[in-house]
DNA sequence: CGCCGAATAT
DNA sequence: TATATTCGGC
């Protein structure tokens, strides 16, 4: 029942954007697929260095699929160790190497989300939504994929009449399965615009969604337009944000050049593997007490609850 | 052909 | 399961 917010939609996007931590795992891009799969570890404790003391082992990671690269290098120093001692192909195409399967984080799904919410249902292609994602190494197939499933859980939303956040419980025409609590904690992580669920089609006169403040058909990404402090922001400056955000420094090596070790330690379908602890309640109810387990600095930063505000809220209980 | 979307596969 | 891959239609 609050609407008058109505900050500046890049600044939520930029609130959005995890720290440096969370981005890291999605480097893993950056090793060489084969690597990986010869590292193909069943097990590794923490792969994930987080100083901060959050040991939550499984979820809010985002892992990116290596990136493709047309051609890209694999020159790792560490990672050559690999490809040295198998004897199994030598000269590995990048090509033909299947990806990791790639993980919807709330976060990365918050971002399909604003990218669909920008576009509006009807121009919500996979090619376009990708594009504005801007995450690098996501491809068409992967937003397709994800986007199909979206497409199901508005649907259902539609049905029930009731928009975003809360879980389509008590339809009796749908038998809910844990399946369905699982992709709804995650739907429910990102609000649903409204004219997602009435249909409606943010046209060239666009309705004074939060969620629309420009939206090009395609960033032109012409050369840059050096327009800096500028509250409103222009679309080149917000991609450029995103994009330097979204997927973090795939670029750099790790910290330590580590990430040879520690990035195949961590294999996207380890972390979907097990994901058993989660508390219930006695009547078997989410003991989910706002709405959605997963909180981001976005629900805090906007409530401003006082007291413990900062990193990423998993789950406040470090039980396991 | 590329792309989208739904079905199908893993 | 969630995500990937395939397949048919524009």
Redesign the pocket.
Known sequence: MREEEEPSWFARWEEQLPPPEELTPLSQSLITPDLALAFDIPAVPNPNPTPGSNPSPSSLHTHL?PSSGPHFDPSDPSAGASSGPHGGCPDEPARTL????????PQLHKRFVDAVAHLGIKN?????IMQLMSVDGL????V??????Y?LYLKRMQGIGNGGGSSPSGNGSGPL????A??ER?FASAPVPHHFLTGRSPGPTAAPDPYMPFVPAVPAMSTLQHHHQQMGLNHHQFYNQQRSNALGQFNGFDHHGFLARSVPAQPPQAI?MHHHHRMVGPAGIAIMPSGNGYMDELDMGSRGAGGARRELTLFPTGDH
């Open positions: 699929t299947k990806r990791p399967r790639l993980v919807w984080t919500a292609v996979p090619k376009t491809t068409r197939e992967n397709a994929s994800h986007l199909q499933k497409r399965s844990a399946s369905d699982d992709t995650l979907s």
